[in-house]
């Protein structure tokens, strides 16, 4: 089974800019979650989406929002950026809940710089 | 509300020594506990988890932990390290039953040193 894809892996925008990042979950996950991850504030948790519904929500700023479609792909965006959104951005899916609770697969992240 | 704490930012310890990370989680509910590894450049894969089904959790590539409730720990173990250990590793708590919201420690870049 092909793993959780993101993309892209990398991207420098400008502050004041607007980003989409996108994540493809495990084939059969139907959950997504998004974190955030920077050497002061660590892996903190941004928000999950299942079947299409935001269904948790982190302590973030409504500048960070996201949905999920259909096939479970799920994209995040951040408008206005500033300096302190650099960071590394994982996505994680999520197998049904039986025999696995809190199990999550991530991918390899979207390094996000601003300028 | 759930936390965990990973004491020691970086351990450093030589090839063939044991390994001991350790985790205390905080939380008002039997936890749901978990350690993930990550390597340079790469995403979080998953360790091992505690889910209450026994106490001495083995996990991926020669690593267990124990879930203590009397000390609120989760302790990281290997008995023997190896050059290819050598990266970050997170303790997490879920957030909540049944969601994705896992609450991360700060991390513990683990050195392995020939």
């Known amino acids: 089974k092909a793993g959780v894809t993101q993309t892209p892996r990398y991207l420098i925008k400008t502050r004041g800019q607007q980003v989409t990042l996108s994540c493809s979950p495990i084939?059969?996950?139907?959950?997504v979650s998004w974190y955030q991850q920077t050497p002061g504030q660590g892996l903190q948790f941004l928000f999950e989406?299942?079947?299409?519904?935001?269904?948790n929500k982190g302590n973030f700023p409504g500048r960070f929002s996201g949905r999920q479609f259909s096939n479970s792909r799920s994209e995040m965006n951040v408008s206005t950026l500033e300096l302190g959104d650099s960071a590394l951005y994982l996505c994680?899916?999520?197998?049904?809940?039986?025999?696995?609770?809190?199990?999550?697969?991530f991918g390899p992240g979207t390094r996000l710089t601003v300028t | 509300a759930q936390s965990v704490t990973q004491l020691g930012s970086h351990v450093s310890v030589s090839e063939g020594a044991l390994v001991l990370l350790r985790c205390n989680y905080s939380?008002?509910?039997?936890?749901?506990l978990f350690w993930y590894v990550q390597y340079p450049n790469q995403g979080l894969q998953l360790l091992l988890k505690?889910?209450?089904?026994?106490?001495l959790v083995k996990g991926i590539n020669g690593f267990e932990a124990e879930f203590k409730k009397s000390e609120t720990s989760f302790h990281l173990t290997k008995p023997s390290a190896h050059m290819s250990d050598a990266a970050e590793y997170f303790c997490?708590?879920?957030?909540?039953?049944?969601?994705?919201?896992?609450?991360f420690g700060q991390g513990t870049t683990l050195q392995v040193k020939p």
């Open positions: 994680a899916s999520r197998p049904p809940p039986a025999r696995t609770e809190g199990e999550q697969y």
């Open positions: 084939s059969g996950h139907r959950s």
């Open positions: 989406y299942f079947s299409e519904t935001q269904r």
């Open positions: 939380s008002s509910v039997p936890p749901y």
């Open positions: 505690y889910t209450s089904a026994a106490t």
């Open positions: 997490a708590v879920l957030g909540s039953s049944n969601t994705g919201k896992l609450i």
